[in-house]
């Protein structure tokens, strides 16, 4: 194992995941530094999402130790973790009967913050990620668009000053533009609080735009750890599967999808 890997600011230490006799995750290993994004890469079936549900423990690893910020999270409180983990999904998972401003609070609230300090919070979230909370933030979720829905899901991720943000395919189910938009957003906001973050995916050229690096998984297994560059000559099975997917044009163009 890669000792660099150990001391990460997220590490999997030969990770394993059996559920009735299937084996999900076999051996993974791989650390994330803060300001760094590491995107799962993976077909559907690949374990790419249950790595993702072991970091904040909604599944409990059946082997090896995933550590966070130097501690193991197996000895954490369940609770407090998810708290300080952002996590952001495709369905957006707001509450319903609650405004924008109380979807985005959740967590502070939770956490017990000063109520002045979760309205300024609030606030300065719902600026970044472009939705003006006077205009928007008493505004029920229903009422919203879906590009709108997840800017505020993003907002909720980021509102008790996370350490870490996980994302499972959040913007697949955006149309194109509105996803190119959130995209970027992400980029300016992985600049902006400099957080480790793992980001699931299956659509390439998302993982060549977004990752700092990208982990391709197959069958439970980390084929490859490579930076986008370095992924545009990777020659697995599964790898290259994803690159025939690309126009032939991108495939050898260094910088043809990143900022």
């Given at each position: 194992m890669d000792q660099g890997q150990l001391l990460s600011y997220l590490s999997f230490r030969s990770v394993e995941f059996v559920r009735e006799g299937r084996r999900i995750l076999d051996g993974v290993t791989f650390g994330v530094e803060?300001?760094?994004?590491?995107?799962?890469?993976?077909?559907?079936?690949?374990?790419?999402?249950?790595?993702?549900?072991?970091?904040?423990?909604?599944?409990?690893?059946?082997?090896?130790?995933?550590?966070?910020?130097?501690?193991?999270?197996?000895?954490?409180?369940?609770?407090?973790?998810?708290?300080?983990?952002?996590?952001?999904?495709?369905?957006?998972?707001?509450?319903?009967?609650?405004?924008?401003?109380?979807?985005?609070?959740?967590?502070?609230?939770?956490?017990?913050?000063p109520t002045e300090k979760q309205r300024r919070r609030t606030q300065e979230l719902l600026e970044?990620?472009?939705?003006?909370?006077?205009?928007?933030?008493?505004?029920?979720?229903?009422?919203?668009?879906?590009?709108?829905?997840?800017?505020?899901?993003?907002?909720?991720?980021?509102?008790?000053?996370?350490?870490?943000?996980?994302?499972?395919?959040?913007?697949?189910?955006?149309?194109?533009?509105?996803?190119?938009?959130?995209?970027?957003?992400?980029?300016?906001?992985?600049?902006?609080y400099n957080l480790a973050s793992v980001f699931v995916t299956h659509d390439l050229l998302e993982a060549l735009l977004i990752g700092t690096r990208i982990a391709v998984l197959n069958a439970g297994k980390v084929e490859a750890i490579v930076t986008p560059d370095e992924f545009r000559h990777l020659d697995t099975p599964v790898a290259r599967s994803f690159l025939e997917t690309l126009p032939p044009a991108l495939i050898n163009q260094q910088d043809a999808v990143r900022p």
């Open positions: 803060r300001g760094e994004t590491l995107v799962l890469l993976g077909r559907s079936g690949s374990g790419k999402t249950t790595a993702l549900r072991l970091i904040n423990r909604m599944l409990q690893s059946t082997g090896g130790s995933i550590w966070l910020d130097g501690q193991d999270i197996s000895r954490m409180d369940p609770i407090q973790l998810r708290r300080s983990i952002g996590y952001v999904i495709q369905d957006f998972g707001l509450l319903p009967h609650w405004t924008v401003e109380e979807n985005v609070s959740l967590v502070p609230r939770l956490q017990a913050w970044q990620v472009g939705l003006s909370s006077e205009n928007l933030g008493l505004r029920s979720p229903h009422e919203l668009s879906g590009g709108q829905k997840q800017r505020v899901a993003v907002a909720r991720a980021l509102a008790a000053d996370p350490k870490l943000l996980l994302f499972d395919e959040p913007f697949g189910a955006l149309d194109p533009v509105t996803r190119h938009e959130m995209q970027q957003q992400f980029l300016d906001l992985r600049r902006k």
